[in-house]
């Protein structure tokens, strides 16, 4: 294709951005839009797995922002897109230790084990994120986790404590994981503090366990707004419904 709109499918494409309308001409206005804000938008690490392609951005639209984009594509053309954005934090650019939003390992390694961290990963969110269970934990988290939440240090226990004491944060679905060899993202649904919220969380293996995480929040827009409806009243938003 000769530019992004000639990769969008003209007639089955569909938008999950709660800033956008679900169809290509939404898309062209939010390019419109964003144009007008000299826009700096960096890749810091793209998989694939199967039929989609998903993206860990860094992103200066007049404000800096992170984010995860994923698209489904059917032959050469994208056909549907989703998206969890959040203000780059903290201003100091580092979280407790030391590190930033997006910083760390980047390459994909142990294509040959894909499978075997989509399980992990799977059973990490369910039984830990949200069932918990602090024994498995310790089983599928390196004590020396390298932590990328802006608020968070490293460690184990620390993730832990955020899972299990912050009584704001609250994991109540997985919806897909998403995998190339040693890197998952993990797209749940829960609340954060009253509000419905999308969870991103990007994680990466080492033998067997989770050695460094991301991850991004994005409110999840009510019924009846922008952000919601689509067919069968699917909720179209931020990675709640998948194809």
Same mark, same amino acid.
């Given at each position: 294709?000769?530019?992004?709109?000639?990769?969008?499918?003209?007639?089955?494409?569909? #938008?999950?951005?709660?800033?956008?309308?679900?169809?290509? #001409?939404g898309?062209?206005?939010?390019?419109?839009?964003? $144009?007008?804000?000299?826009?700096?938008?960096?890749?810091?690490? $793209?998989?694939?797995?199967?039929?989609?392609?998903?993206?860990?951005? *860094?992103?200066?639209?007049? &404000?800096?922002?992170?984010?995860?984009?994923?698209?489904?594509?059917?032959?050469?053309? &994208?056909?549907?897109?989703?998206?969890?954005i959040?203000?780059? #934090?903290?201003?100091?650019?580092? !979280?407790?230790?030391?590190? $930033?939003?997006?910083?760390?390992? &980047?390459?994909?390694?142990?294509?040959?084990? %894909?499978?075997?961290? =989509? *399980?992990?990963?799977? %059973?990490?969110?369910t &039984?830990?994120?949200?069932? !918990?269970?602090?024994e498995?934990?310790?089983?599928?988290? $390196? *004590? !020396?986790?390298? #932590?990328?939440?802006?608020?968070?240090?490293?460690?184990?226990?620390?993730?832990?404590?955020?899972?299990?004491? !912050?009584?704001?944060?609250?994991?109540?679905?997985?919806?897909? /994981?998403? %995998?190339?060899?040693?890197?998952?993202?993990?797209?749940?649904?829960?609340?954060?503090?009253?509000?419905?919220?999308?969870?991103?969380?990007?994680?990466?293996?080492?033998?067997?366990?989770? /050695?460094?995480?991301?991850? %991004? /929040?994005?409110?999840?827009?009510?019924? @009846?707004?922008? @952000?919601? @409806? @689509?067919?069968?009243?699917?909720? =179209?938003?931020?990675?709640?419904?998948?194809?």
């Open positions: 294709p000769d530019s992004i709109e000639d990769a969008i499918h003209p007639d089955r494409y569909i #938008q999950h951005n709660p800033q956008t309308n679900t169809d290509k #001409q898309l062209k206005d939010l390019f419109a839009r964003i $144009s007008k804000t000299n826009p700096h938008v960096n890749f810091v690490r $793209s998989f694939f797995d199967g039929d989609y392609v998903f993206l860990h951005t *860094e992103y200066d639209f007049a &404000t800096r922002r992170i984010g995860f984009e994923v698209f489904r594509f059917e032959e050469l053309f &994208t056909v549907e897109h989703w998206d969890n959040m203000p780059r #934090q903290p201003e100091t650019d580092k !979280n407790p230790s030391g590190r $930033s939003m997006v910083d760390g390992a &980047t390459q994909v390694k142990d294509l040959d084990k %894909t499978e075997i961290h =989509r *399980e992990l990963a799977k %059973t990490f969110f &039984t830990v994120a949200i069932g !918990n269970d602090r498995k934990l310790a089983k599928l988290c $390196s *004590e !020396n986790l390298m #932590q990328h939440n802006p608020h968070l240090a490293d460690g184990r226990n620390i993730w832990l404590d955020y899972f299990l004491l !912050n009584g704001n944060t609250k994991y109540k679905t997985l919806h897909r /994981v998403l %995998t190339q060899g040693n890197f998952c993202l993990c797209v749940s649904e829960g609340q954060l503090g009253d509000d419905h919220t999308a969870f991103y969380d990007l994680v990466r293996f080492e033998e067997g366990k989770i /050695v460094e995480h991301w991850d %991004t /929040v994005e409110h999840v827009a009510p019924r @009846g707004t922008l @952000g919601y @409806g @689509g067919a069968c009243g699917a909720k =179209r938003n931020i990675g709640i419904r998948w194809s």
